[in-house]
DNA sequence: CTGAAAGCGCTAACAA
DNA sequence: TTGTTAGCGCTTTCAG
C-alpha cells in the first residue's frame, strides 16, 4: 500500500485552502461542491487558492464525510469464452467512456461466480450479463446498493435491467431469409449457457412455426461461440445430402469463419448459401461479400446501463424499476440471395 | 450519489464490535491488519464478533486514516482502433484476474490524450501503452505516485516498464521466412503509431539486412491494424509484377485477413504465399491452415505489470527501476513452406 | 499486550 | 451568506 502523503511534504487540504483564500473551511467545501449560495467574491478568492495550490479534494475524506460515493463496479462474470467475444470489449468501452465523462470511477470486477464481491463502498452496481453469479446480485440488492443489469433479461428479481431484444432479432432475421423464399434454414447457436444466444435460438424457432415451416432438429448446430465450433458446424453442414439454403449463425464471428469454410470448399456466398449473421462487427464488411447482419446497440445498452444507474445512485427514494429491451436493426447487405 | 448508510440503520462499526468483544476499538484494528501482538484469546473474540456482525471496515476510512490505498488504475489510451485488438481485452483480462486475487481495486481508464487523470487517492498506475500520454505519465510520476507502463519500452523516464520485445520476435519471423529460401518477404505493418507496430517494421528490416537482402519499399504495406486495411494490402500484393513469395504480417487478425484474400482468389497458403502472423491469437487456429505466428506473453506482461507495480506500492524506499523485455516465441504451423 | 486520545480531510447541521 | 462544531470510521502514536 502507498502512502498517499510524504511525510515531509504533507499534500494540500482543505484548510490550506481557506487559510489561503482568507474564509472559513465550509465556505471552501461549498464552492468545491457548487453551492450557489457562496458571495461572487468568495468564490473567486476561494478558486484563485485552489488553483495556486493545486489543491484536489480527498476522494476518500468526502465520501467518508458524506457516506457518498461515486464509484460503478463493473461486474463481468469471468466465464469461459467471455473474452474472445466482440461484445464485452464493446460493453467495456461503451461504460469506461461513459464513465469517464461523468467522472464516475470505474472499478471493475472479472469475478468468479463463487467469489463474493467487496460491496462496501461502491455506490453502484452494473452486471454485465449474469451467468452463475445471480447470487452476487442478490447480495448487491438485499444490502440496498443500486444495481443495474444490462445484456440480461431478468424478471424474477426487483431490479432494473436492460436488455437486447434477441429473440426479436433472430425472428427479423429468419423471417428475411423466409422472405428471399428459404424454407431449409439453418440455425449456428452461441453458447446456450447465455441467455442471448438462447433467446436467437427461440427467435429462430418462432420464426419457422409462425411461417409454417418444420423445425429440423439436425439444422441446428450448438456450439460454444467459439470459432472453432462454428468451423465443424460449418462443416457437417456443407456435408449434409439435404444441405440448408441458408443459416442464421448467432454471431458475425463465427458466420465469417462459415464463410471461409464456404471459400475453402469451393462453394460460394451467396449462391450456395445465405448467410445472417448477428453482432454488426465491424470484421464483416471486410469479406469478399459483405455480411448481411442484426446490429444489436452494445454501446447504447451501456450508456443508457451508466445512465440509468447513475438516476438510482442520485435519487433518495428508491427509484422506479424499468425492464427493457432493445431494439435490433437487419442490416441488409450481401451475403443473402433469393431462391 | 448514493448514500452509504441509510439514515435508520447505520451499516456496523469497529466500534460495534468492540463493544461486542469487550476490547478497545483498537484491538479490534490490531485484528483487522493481522498484527501479531494480540492475544490468541483477543483475537478470537475480535473474529467472532467481526462474524457475528458481519462486519466489514469502510474501506475510505481506512485510506483516510492510513493515508494508504490499494486502488490500482489502469490506464488505456481511447485511441482510434485499440478496442478492435486482440491485445488489449487480454491484458485486462490479465490484470483484471491478477487484481480480483490480490485484492487490489481495479479502476479503469479510458483516456483521451489530453484529459488529465485524477490521480489523487489511487495507489499506483499501470499505463497500458503510451499514445499521447506521456503527460498522464509524467504527472504521475511528478506527484510520487507508483507507475508502471507496460507494452511500451520507455527508456528516457524513470520508470519501469514491461515490454515485449517486439523486434526481436520480427526478427526472428524474418529469418524464420529467409531459413526457408525465402529472399522476397514482404511486410504487412501495423499502425505505426504504437511502438509495437514500428518495432516489428523494424525487426523485419533488420533481419534483411542481416542477411544481405535488399530491401524493397514497394513490398512493405503500411496499415492501422485493420482488416480492411489488411485486405487492401494483401489483394495489392498479390497483383504485384513480381508478388513476394511470403509476407510477415503485424497482427493474426491482418493475417487472417491475407489468408481469405488469397482464398478468394484461389491462391493456396502456403503454395502460393507464405504467412507468419504475430499475437498468437487463438483465431489463428480454426483456418484450414493453421497460421504460423510470433506469440507474444501478454497474460504474463500483465500480470508482471500488476506484481511490480504491488511491490512499489509497498516499499517504503523507492523501489529500484527496472525496464525489461519479454521474449515471443516463434509457434511453427502450417502456414509457411520451404522454397 | 492493550487502550486512550488525537487526528486523517472533509461534509453537514445549526447558528449567527 | 457565512462560520462553528460535530462527527464520518478508522489508524496510530504513546502511555500503561
Known sequence: MTRLKKTPSRSVSIEDVARLSGVSITTVSRVINKFPSVKEKNRQKVLAAVKQLKFEPSVFAQRLASGKSNIVALVIPRYEGVFYSFYVLELIRGIGTLCEALKLDLLLHLTDACSSLNLKGVGGIIFADLIGNRRQLEDALSAGIPAMVINNFVDDLQVSCIAVDNQGGATNAVNYLISLGHKKI???????????????L????????????????????????????ARSAAEKLFKMEEPPSAVFVASDAMALEVMNVAAELGKNIPRDLSIVGFDD?????????????VRQPLIKMAEEGVKELERFMNSRAPAKIKKVFLPTELVIRESCRNV
Open 202 to 229: 427461440e427467435g429462430y424457432k418462432k420464426a419457422l412455426e409462425k411461417n409454417n415451416i418444420q423445425l429440423r432438429p439436425q439444422y441446428i448446430f450448438k456450439t460454444d461461440y467459439s470459432r472453432g465450433q
Open 281 to 293: 462487427n465491424p470484421s464483416g464488411l471486410y469479406g469478399q461479400v459483405a455480411l448481411t447482419t
Open 186 to 200: 439453418a440455425h449456428i447457436t452461441g453458447d446456450l449457457v447465455t441467455q442471448a444466444a438462447a433467446a436467437r
